[in-house]
């Protein structure tokens, strides 16, 4: 599991427990877009966020809003580490596989235990019965309550994981505006790009190319955090890189602030 030392610029939107990173930094954490990771400070305060790939985001930052900022006790520009969060499948398998070994461990404790009080007893030892009942109660109880922390884990490792799924319900259709647009296309497809559209934060949009017609994606102004998410050019997807020339007619879905998403439409459309 690696880790990275980044520098916190804060994001002018709220995070709601998300931050923004460049998509190469994802290979260097060993994690995926929209996936958890630890942020954590010198100081020792530490936060779980989940990080969204966005190639406009400078090398070697992560954008966090302000409120998480105030979490961390960390001004805007410091320094804070970025490692992989354990995923929960992974903790509930660590907690188990732990909890395993102390209840084998305890039992052969109870066993060494027994097997000494029936030596004694063969060397006529004055403990009773009734002791050695007691000795094998005791370390009963003694291995419910060293397990009983791993249980309480596991417990509340199966109840995030429940709250994650049920964080990642899909979401219902977009702006009859868009649901017009989507209409044009395969199932498939309409599926991928409400899913893409719905990720994240910000509003979205649609809009048709005319006044930038001729002129290619890398060529455009883009406000900072807002994307081209799509290009449908009648009843196909188009790719969208830097090179993806704009032609009349395209259909282009947007993402992000809601200003910065009227100024693209208005440079597409004119």
């Excluded at 005791?138 to 309550?145: D, I, Q, R, Y």
């Excluded at 702006?175 to 309409?190: R, T």
Aim: some cysteine; charged content about 30%.
């Amino acid at each position: 599991m690696e880790e990275v030392t980044l520098q916190a610029v804060k994001r002018a939107m709220p995070g709601h427990g998300r931050a923004r990173i460049h998509q190469k930094l994802l290979s260097i954490l060993g994690v995926d877009d929209q996936t958890e990771v630890e942020v954590s400070t010198k100081a020792g305060a530490t936060l779980t966020l989940t990080v969204f790939a966005d190639d406009l985001v400078e090398d070697g930052t992560i954008r966090i809003s302000g409120e998480d900022l105030k979490k961390l006790d960390m001004p805007d520009g410091g320094q804070v580490t970025v490692k992989r969060k354990i995923p929960l499948d992974e903790q509930i398998k660590i907690a188990a596989g732990a909890a395993t070994e102390q209840i084998k461990g305890g039992a052969h404790e109870l066993g060494t235990k027994i097997t000494d009080t029936a030596e004694k007893f063969q060397k006529g030892a004055s403990e009773t019965a009734q002791q050695v009942e007691i000795k094998a109660k005791e370390l009963s109880e003694k291995v419910k309550t060293e397990t009983k922390p791993i249980g309480d884990k596991i417990s509340q490792a199966a109840k995030s994981s429940a709250d994650a799924i049920r964080d990642k319900l899909p979401i219902g259709k977009m702006s009859p505006k868009i649901e017009k647009a989507l209409s044009g296309l395969s199932a498939d497809d309409a599926r991928n790009i409400r899913n893409l559209l719905s990720s994240g934060e910000g509003i979205c949009e649609v809009s048709q190319v005319a006044f930038a017609s001729g002129r290619t994606v890398g060529n455009l102004t883009m406000p900072p955090e807002t994307k081209i998410i799509a290009i449908q050019r009648k009843d196909q997807l188009v790719a969208v890189s830097p090179d993806t020339l704009l032609k009349d007619g395209d259909v282009a879905y947007i993402k992000g602030p809601e200003d910065a998403v009227g100024f693209v439409t208005r440079m597409l459309e004119g």
